[in-house]
């Protein structure tokens, strides 16, 4: 039997046509090509910085040139100011600085000043008065604590005349403060050429404590200009004649009537 005409005619016509289309399905098929598409670009972000990381790391990162070059004394300082105030500087036995200015060299110690004599303090003795008197001429008393010996000495434009007479009226005037005094005779003292000296003295008891004493001025005068060194010896008379007290006054006395130009021939 042949074919009914129009069953032949309904499937051929099926066979000819094309697939009826499908939106939906359609649509999902472009998400999902998009999805595939943004999977594969993030992947190829992750392993193009994977790859970049993995580069960098194992490049050796840079040294800072102070630790690739040698230390030196000469080396550049860092240009990042510092807050940390600087040290001190410390001296060095190198530094070209001109050295201070040599100031005058003072008195040595023991050594007194009386503008035209120079009196060395002796071992043992104390300055107990240092004062100006007449012209502003320095006046200095010395004494020594162990034996009570004292000496003032000073040098003089005032004394006039003779000298002989200068010192009877120095005795005249420190008799006063002494009792039961007893003078001795106006002596001259040998110097050089140039200076004439005298010497006198009295003996008697202190008022003020009570002790007996020999008081002795000594003058000796320059010629050339009518100065005169005066020394005034207070020697307690419990102070035996050869007492090496006695001649440690000697000696200071004769060493400063050569500062004053004169030479004791006794010394």
Known sequence: MSPEPGHALRGGARRGLPPTSDPEREQRSAWLALAILAVVLVVAV?????GLGQRTSASPSPTPAVTATPTTSSATPTTTPSTSPSPAPTGSPTSTGSPPAASPSPTPPGVLDLGDAVVTVPDGWEVYADELVQDARRLVRLRDPATDVRVQIVTLTTVTGELDQACRDLVADQRSAFTGVATSLVVDVPVGAGATAVSCAFTGTRVSDGVPNKTEFTLLRRDSDAQTLVFRDTIPSATGDG???????????CAAAESFGVVVQAC
Request: proline letters at 6%; zero cysteines.
């Open 46 to 50: 992750i392993v193009l910085q994977l």
């Open 243 to 253: 007492a090496p007290v006695l001649a440690t006054l000697t000696g200071m006395e």
